[in-house]
């Protein structure tokens, strides 16, 4: 079997810790825009019978979809036997249901482009609303892999006296975990609204914290004014800057230079979005789970 990973440009150095373990040749995705912004994606055309895994991590998802359909199309016209997909960060997860008349319900939309592009999706904890598991929104095989163990071990080995705080109700499935595999305390911030424009958070036991440093946990961080919230909130209690882990680092506009101004003692992420703040490598778990779909994508009778 010949496995090859084609990464796209943005997604390089994650690519080089996925490769090896995948046991994949490398074979990167060029991708230009032509003057008037249309893509031109170019592959390694020696694909005849092969297993092709993309890696595209889609926190720009709109700019990415075409170009992604260009190239698992064009992997199967120069042979290809599978193409799936490696998207470590999965775009279009918030929108599915229609909360307003009109509106398009793209959560599973953007699921059946995916469904017809490839044969296989792995991602890393997908940011799921009312749909409770990946695979009951996907008709093709689809890993969910979990940062939880790889998060769990970087605090317990960098920050061994943490207390870790989830800063509202939906991030404490992660910061439970979390907790359970680092033996390290928790709390989930609580959120009182006494306002259109008025919301205080507060922890359940302050006292809980002394002598303790406190780590923000959130899977996804994207305007980062849930953390602020937090963090002005701990520094009313009087407690040491907190370090914030992040498992997605969207980071739009200039939350991250915001969050960094507020004075928090770290920021640190997952690789599964290129980003300064990367310090907890996800590679080997996303090969592991590739490799399964990717065998099995192409399972039949006649394999040995």
């Known amino acids: 079997m010949t496995r090859v990973l084609m990464p796209f440009p943005a997604d390089a150095v994650l690519a080089g810790t996925i490769n090896q373990p995948l046991q994949a040749r490398l074979a990167p995705v060029a991708w230009r825009h032509f003057p008037d912004g249309e893509s031109l994606v170019t592959l390694d055309d020696a694909l005849a019978g092969a297993d092709v895994a993309i890696l595209a991590s889609l926190r720009h998802t709109d700019a990415l979809a075409l170009p992604l359909r260009f190239a698992a199309q064009t992997a199967r016209e120069f042979g290809a036997r599978s193409v799936g997909l490696i998207a470590p960060y999965l775009g279009y997860m918030r929108q599915d249901t229609r909360f307003h008349p009109g509106e398009a319900v793209s959560t599973p939309l953007f699921a059946q482009f995916l469904e017809e592009t490839f044969d296989w999706l792995v991602t890393v904890d997908p940011h799921l609303h009312r749909v409770e598991r990946l695979q009951s929104l996907y008709r093709i095989p689809a890993a ?161």
């Open 144 to 304: 969910h892999v979990s940062a939880t163990p790889a998060v769990a071990r970087w605090i317990a080995q960098t920050v061994p006296d943490a207390v870790l705080i989830g800063p509202d109700s939906e991030s404490e499935q992660w910061v439970a975990g979390i907790a359970a595999r680092s033996g390290m305390p928790y709390q989930v911030l609580a959120k009182e609204r006494h306002g259109d424009y008025d919301v205080r958070v507060s922890l359940p036991d302050p006292a809980a914290l002394a002598g303790r440093t406190p780590v923000l946990i959130d899977d996804i961080v994207s305007s980062g004014r849930t953390i602020l919230e937090t963090h002005t909130h701990l520094r009313r209690l009087s407690l040491p800057p907190p370090l914030l882990v992040a498992i997605h680092p969207v980071f739009a506009g200039d939350a991250y230079t915001r969050l960094q101004e507020a004075g928090l003692a770290r920021i640190v992420s997952t690789d599964t979005i290129p980003h300064p703040s990367n310090a907890i490598a996800l590679g080997a778990d996303l090969a592991a789970a590739a490799s399964i779909l990717m065998a099995a994508s192409t399972d039949s009778p006649e394999d040995p």
